[in-house]
């Protein structure tokens, strides 16, 4: 008797034990809660890009959701969007009902059923997607508040933004009007002015030679604290003698070659390929090899207050080909210039306004001129940003990178969405064959064997 109790008593302990575990797992998955991607792609987590895109923006984030209330489209938005609410807290989804808001419908100009519009700091961008690159791309946009302007110089030959081509810098254009950028181009002949709103000026590597006074004028935009980048092909004279002086820099004429071309696998001498970088703001944080074709280099004695990083450099096997690279195996001589060579270098100073002259000294002081960074960029290659190479490796994120740090938007740095690698399956031919004639033939003539055997085995019966 006394031994039945024990083994009740103990099952009554074991019993409750039991439950308080079940109690405590109840408690814990209440209170504390993980997720795991599986996808190859990790589709269902947000990349280090958006992370860090949302940590550049503080403030509240809110996405007006225009779907009837139980539609499916809501479920799928809202878990589309669960990747974002899961980093940044202070994220709001405002479900809006079409039909029941139609003043709604018109001041957010919604055109359909399950469109999406991102507001932050009362600025909107319209979503018409859920994906990753197309949410962190449109909260780049929204990132900045007014117009910044991208103007490409032209008339001398440089490379077009507008015409697609191999050698265009159209595509690039459009990756910079994805990133909320605005892009136009500037004939100084037509109007010989840089316009004030002018955050960088672009110089891809003229053709022919500026008119003097074109030229004066670009330097007098540097000198009064404008930004550039200033791409300049070895095919091509620089030109633009007051900037460089303005500067302190000189290019240096003649192809950079490279020895180790066949273990690199470039396929040409001429392909410089940048596997790592010198410590620069550019590129800190870059770890995509990039890739120009036919480069120069170019030397710096900093003017003035400039202080100048490089950028790109070669290795110490690499020199300067002074000579026709056409003319078969090139070789270094006397003539050349031996390695390491500065493909790219930034120049940076602190620029202060000069303080406007007073009409009349018993008028009050004027506030004293606040000083900001100038940068400028310079890189003896531009082909690596046009139609034909700007997928090559990591050349759009560095050129991206070129232009939102000149820009002053150094937030934006290495900010770029891969896509996902299981999106799509690729099968060689035999393997396309294979499921065609599994489908159409094998399955077909198995169904009928089947069938004339059971209608046999009836028969027979």
Same mark, same amino acid.
């Given at each position: 008797m006394k031994q039945k109790k024990q083994i009740l008593a103990q099952q009554l302990f074991n019993?409750?034990?039991?439950?308080?575990?079940?109690?405590?797992?109840?408690?814990?998955?209440?209170? /504390?809660k993980a997720d795991i991607d599986w996808?190859?792609?990790?589709?269902?987590?947000?990349?280090?890009?958006s992370v860090k895109q949302l940590e550049?923006?503080?403030?509240?984030?809110?996405?007006?959701? /225009?779907?009837?209330?139980g539609a499916d489209t809501r479920h799928a938005i809202e878990a589309d969007l669960e990747r974002y609410t899961r980093v940044k807290k202070n994220i709001e989804l405002d479900f809006i009902d079409p039909s029941a808001s139609p003043q709604k419908v018109r001041e957010f100009n919604v055109n359909y059923v399950g469109q999406i519009v991102a507001e932050y700091q009362g600025r909107r961008?319209?979503?018409?997607?859920?994906?990753?690159?197309?949410?962190?791309?449109?909260?780049?946009?929204?990132?900045?508040?007014?117009?910044?302007?991208?103007?490409f110089l032209e008339g001398h030959g440089e490379r077009s933004t507008s015409e697609p081509g191999p050698t265009s /810098?159209?595509?690039?254009?459009?990756?910079?009007?994805?990133?909320?950028?605005?892009?136009?181009?500037?004939?100084?002949?037509?109007?010989?002015?840089?316009?004030?709103?002018?955050?960088?000026?672009v110089i891809a590597s003229p053709a022919s030679k500026l008119l003097d006074g074109e030229a004066q004028i670009v330097a007098d935009y540097v000198a009064h604290g404008g930004n550039v980048l200033w791409l300049a092909d070895p095919n091509y004279a620089p030109g633009l003698e007051p900037l460089a002086k303005e500067l302190g820099i000189s290019w240096q004429n003649g192809y950079a070659i490279f020895p180790d071309y066949q273990?690199?696998?470039?396929?040409?001498?001429?392909? /410089?390929?940048?596997?790592?970088y010198p410590p620069n703001p550019v590129t800190q944080g870059l770890d995509m090899v990039t890739l120009f074709p036919l480069v120069r280099s170019l030397a710096t004695a900093p003017a003035g207050d400039w202080k100048a990083q490089p950028l790109l450099k070669t290795g110490d096997s690499a020199w300067l080909e002074t000579g026709d690279i056409n003319a078969g195996a090139v070789q270094f001589d006397g003539n050349d210039i031996k390695g390491p060579l500065t493909i790219g270098a930034t120049l940076t100073r602190d620029y202060k306004p000069a303080a406007a002259a007073k009409p009349d000294a018993k008028q009050d002081?004027?506030?004293?001129?606040?000083?900001?960074p100038q940068r400028v960029a310079l890189i003896g290659d531009a082909d690596f940003l046009s139609d034909a190479y700007l997928d090559q490796l990591g050349n759009q994120q560095l050129g991206l990178n070129l232009v939102q740090w000149l820009a002053s938007r150094d937030a934006q740095l290495n900010i770029d969405v891969p896509k996902a690698p299981d999106r799509a399956l690729y099968l060689p031919g035999w393997a396309t064959l294979a499921i065609a004639g599994g489908f159409i033939v094998l399955l077909p003539l198995l169904l009928l064997g089947y069938g004339v055997l059971r209608w046999a085995v009836r028969r027979r019966r």
């Amino acid at each position: 008797m006394k031994q039945k109790k024990q083994i009740l008593a103990q099952q009554l302990f074991n019993g409750l034990l039991i439950l308080a575990v079940i109690v405590l797992l109840g408690f814990l998955s209440v209170r /504390f809660k993980a997720d795991i991607d599986w996808t190859a792609g990790k589709r269902n987590t947000l990349t280090a890009a958006s992370v860090k895109q949302l940590e550049s923006m503080p403030d509240p984030i809110v996405f007006h959701v /225009f779907a009837p209330s139980g539609a499916d489209t809501r479920h799928a938005i809202e878990a589309d969007l669960e990747r974002y609410t899961r980093v940044k807290k202070n994220i709001e989804l405002d479900f809006i009902d079409p039909s029941a808001s139609p003043q709604k419908v018109r001041e957010f100009n919604v055109n359909y059923v399950g469109q999406i519009v991102a507001e932050y700091q009362g600025r909107r961008e319209t979503l018409n997607a859920t994906t990753e690159p197309a949410i962190t791309t449109a909260l780049q946009r929204l990132a900045y508040g007014g117009e910044q302007w991208v103007v490409f110089l032209e008339g001398h030959g440089e490379r077009s933004t507008s015409e697609p081509g191999p050698t265009s /810098f159209s595509r690039f254009a459009q990756a910079l009007k994805d990133k909320g950028l605005k892009v136009q181009g500037l004939n100084l002949v037509k109007t010989p002015k840089i316009p004030d709103n002018t955050s960088v000026l672009v110089i891809a590597s003229p053709a022919s030679k500026l008119l003097d006074g074109e030229a004066q004028i670009v330097a007098d935009y540097v000198a009064h604290g404008g930004n550039v980048l200033w791409l300049a092909d070895p095919n091509y004279a620089p030109g633009l003698e007051p900037l460089a002086k303005e500067l302190g820099i000189s290019w240096q004429n003649g192809y950079a070659i490279f020895p180790d071309y066949q273990i690199l696998g470039t396929g040409h001498p001429g392909f /410089f390929a940048a596997i790592d970088y010198p410590p620069n703001p550019v590129t800190q944080g870059l770890d995509m090899v990039t890739l120009f074709p036919l480069v120069r280099s170019l030397a710096t004695a900093p003017a003035g207050d400039w202080k100048a990083q490089p950028l790109l450099k070669t290795g110490d096997s690499a020199w300067l080909e002074t000579g026709d690279i056409n003319a078969g195996a090139v070789q270094f001589d006397g003539n050349d210039i031996k390695g390491p060579l500065t493909i790219g270098a930034t120049l940076t100073r602190d620029y202060k306004p000069a303080a406007a002259a007073k009409p009349d000294a018993k008028q009050d002081a004027a506030p004293e001129a606040q000083a900001h960074p100038q940068r400028v960029a310079l890189i003896g290659d531009a082909d690596f940003l046009s139609d034909a190479y700007l997928d090559q490796l990591g050349n759009q994120q560095l050129g991206l990178n070129l232009v939102q740090w000149l820009a002053s938007r150094d937030a934006q740095l290495n900010i770029d969405v891969p896509k996902a690698p299981d999106r799509a399956l690729y099968l060689p031919g035999w393997a396309t064959l294979a499921i065609a004639g599994g489908f159409i033939v094998l399955l077909p003539l198995l169904l009928l064997g089947y069938g004339v055997l059971r209608w046999a085995v009836r028969r027979r019966r």
